[in-house]
């Protein structure tokens, strides 16, 4: 089963996939209006992100400010800042403006509500005794590394994601420990043969609907039962949390 990832670390890695967006875009731009020289598309675009960018800062908080308490344990606006982060670039992802009044407000919920479980869920981790190593932090880390082109394309997704390599090593930690937890303690019953039968039948409707010849459900079974496999895993996880929830004492603070 594929692992879980902390979401704190895809700041890094959304910050890299924002900036090839935004060259992307740049690119086609040129190839759409060639009536426009080179340099004012490019002054263009530039303006057009720098006020985005602008739009997205004022939505973060003071990094020493305390956004929220977990059973006593404070979240940190500095934590806040990084999820907030990784779903403003989710959002540019899909197409949609982050900083529209509606999305603000979803953004801001979605990521108080992604920090209080986390926590919650970490707290659990050490309780129950789940630990990261040295060697599996050093192991992430330099696999996290191999995601960008070289060192200097790494440190500046770092600095733009809020991080320096001592809290990206601590956030490489929470997700080790993070993971075997949700491996250990969240196991979800076995995806049956009639479940997977019932999503092909629904998939290959739909692709007959469109014209499209679906594949033989033997060449697609693994990636479906793998795929129902994580739904039903993160289905108990949101459960999970709830429950942890009706013992805990949570005060949001913003």
Do not use: W
Request: aromatic content about 4%; overall charge negative.
């Amino acid at each position: 089963m594929k692992k879980l990832m902390y979401p704190f670390l895809l700041v890094l890695l959304s910050a890299v996939l924002a900036a090839c967006g935004a060259d992307d875009e740049s690119k086609t731009a040129d190839k759409e209006d060639k009536g426009k020289t080179a340099e004012t598309d490019q002054q263009e675009q530039q303006k057009k992100m720098e006020e985005m960018q602008k739009k997205m800062e004022e939505q973060k908080l003071d990094e020493d400010k305390t956004v929220a308490i977990v059973n006593d344990q404070e979240i940190l606006g500095r934590e806040y800042n990084s999820v907030l982060t990784s779903s403003q670039t989710m959002y540019q992802q899909m197409g949609q403006d982050p900083t529209s009044e509606e999305a603000a407000v979803q953004i801001k919920k979605q990521t108080l509500d992604s920090l209080v479980g986390q926590t919650l869920l970490l707290q659990e981790a050490d309780k129950k005794g789940y630990k990261a190593s040295d060697e599996e932090v050093k192991k992430q880390l330099e696999e996290t590394k191999g995601q960008f082109n070289d060192d200097k394309e790494f440190e500046t997704a770092m600095q733009q994601a809020g991080l320096d390599k001592g809290s990206l090593e601590d956030e490489i930690a929470n997700n080790i420990k993070y993971t075997k937890y949700i491996e250990s303690e969240i196991k979800p019953e076995e995806v049956t043969d009639a479940e997977i039968k019932k999503y092909y039948d629904e998939y290959a409707s739909q692709g007959n609907a469109e014209g499209q010849e679906p594949p033989k459900l033997e060449e697609v079974k693994p990636q479906i039962k793998k795929q129902l496999e994580q739904q039903k895993q993160q289905e108990m996880l949101v459960k999970h949390v709830e429950e942890l929830k009706k013992n805990a004492k949570i005060d949001i603070k913003v």
